[in-house]
């Protein structure tokens, strides 16, 4: 089983997927990055898929597990550099990761988690 | 037929009949590459006709002399040649080898009219040949071209940095829209940008495998972290859509073009002010 690496940068973690992930290294791509977030105390997380041409319904799945999963500890989740044909298949799977934050590249990945996280921030000093 | 001086007196026989035919076409193809075509053909067909078969063109004797023959023909076909302009090559052979025979059993009638019926039938069929090349290659010409004029009926234009429009014009069906939809992703990805708007103002009809389509390319775009912004949406279809029961609520709706464009402007931090 291949290990995939996270990378943090500032307060998000960077995760590229590099190759077809069969269903127990994703598994295990999740438990480690849910681990790192409370861990490291991250507040965003961008899964990078620009090197895949297929995604299947179970890595799909997991993508949007990790998303609500990480929303429950504070840490929005962003999916970049999908593409056209993974894009074609998720949609006629039937998944449209409504509740993921998807974006064209990492570069907007993280000016989206810089922006998710400057309203968490108003949202708080308002409150107070 | 098989010295070498009989084949050049049937070459120049042949190359006259095919520039005496009224079916010549001296604008399509000049006089060289007709004796070339004629040289190199008749060469193939004296070396498979003098191994003794005279009827069947599928054997591997003739292979050299079809596969020839179907090079011609698709390129007539291609340069324009009419039908019967390209069948011309083949039955003029027929008439000038005819000829030949005529010349040669004179004084045998009976051996010229079996070998005027061998001869007949085999070039007849090399005839099909010809014709089945010439309709095959009109069809994928047709195709191709089918496909051309698809593929520029529904453009992706990129009107601002990060802003594509897709106006759709005209009847979709199935396939366009699948076009359509790869078109724009690939667009999307080509360009980076964030906004992509779908003006259906010339759409008479927005049925129900439509408007799927429609919202699986609004679903895929979005996938890609672009936003779908529908646009030109004409009463009588909002009226249909909605008794359809089609939910469009994964596109962003502007009632024109330039609603749209303003909102695109807007979403990609934009201000538009009147100087």
């Not at chain 2, 079916?23 to 191994?51: G, V």
Request: charged residues 25%; glycine residues 6%; contains cysteine.
């Amino acid at each position: 089983m291949q290990k995939i690496p996270i990378l943090k940068i500032g307060k998000n973690l960077i995760v590229s997927l590099q190759f077809d992930v069969d269903d127990k290294t994703a598994l295990q791509l999740q438990s480690d990055l849910l681990q790192t977030i409370s861990k490291t105390g991250a507040t965003g997380v961008i899964i990078e898929l620009s090197a895949l041409d297929m995604v299947d319904s179970f890595m799909g799945r997991i993508i949007s597990d990790i998303s609500k999963m990480s929303a429950s500890m504070n840490a929005n989740t962003v999916v970049a550099g999908i593409q056209p044909s993974v894009a074609i298949t998720l949609v006629e799977l039937g998944l449209k990761l409504e509740q993921v934050h998807t974006v064209l590249n990492i570069e907007d990945g993280i000016e989206l988690l810089t922006k998710l996280d400057r309203q968490i921030e108003n949202d708080d000093s308002e409150n107070q | 037929m098989n010295s070498g001086l009989k084949e050049k007196e049937l070459l120049e026989i042949w190359v006259k009949a095919q520039i005496a035919s009224e079916t010549l076409r001296e604008d399509l193809m000049s006089m060289e590459d007709l004796r070339n075509e004629s040289i190199l053909f008749l060469r193939e067909f004296i070396k498979a006709s003098s191994k003794g078969n005279l009827t069947d063109i599928g054997t591997a004797d003739y292979k050299p002399v079809v596969t020839l023959l179907r090079k011609i023909s698709g390129n007539r076909a291609q340069a324009g040649f009419t039908p019967s302009e390209t069948a011309t090559f083949v039955f003029s052979l027929k008439d000038s080898i005819l000829g030949f025979l005529q010349a040669e059993y004179k004084s045998s009638p009976e051996i010229l009219s079996t070998e005027t019926i061998r001869i007949s039938k085999l070039l007849d069929k090399l005839g099909l040949v010809t014709f089945e090349e010439y309709a095959r290659t009109r069809d994928e010409l047709v195709k191709d071209q089918q496909d051309s004029i698809l593929e520029m009926s529904s453009p992706i234009i990129l009107i601002w940095e990060k802003i594509i429009a897709v106006p759709i014009i005209g009847i979709l069906d199935s396939k366009r829209t699948q076009l359509i939809m790869e078109n724009c992703l690939q667009k999307i990805i080509q360009t980076g940008a964030k906004v992509c708007i779908i003006d259906v103002t010339g759409v008479a009809v927005l049925d129900t495998l439509v408007s799927t389509h429609i919202i699986k390319t609004a679903n895929a775009i979005r996938l890609l972290g672009a936003e779908a912004v529908l646009t030109g949406i004409r009463p009588e279809v909002a009226q249909t859509v909605v008794h359809l029961g089609v939910d469009l609520s994964s596109l962003i709706p502007r009632a024109t073009m330039a609603d749209g464009l303003e909102y695109a402007f807007r979403k990609i931090g934009f201000q538009v002010n009147k100087r």
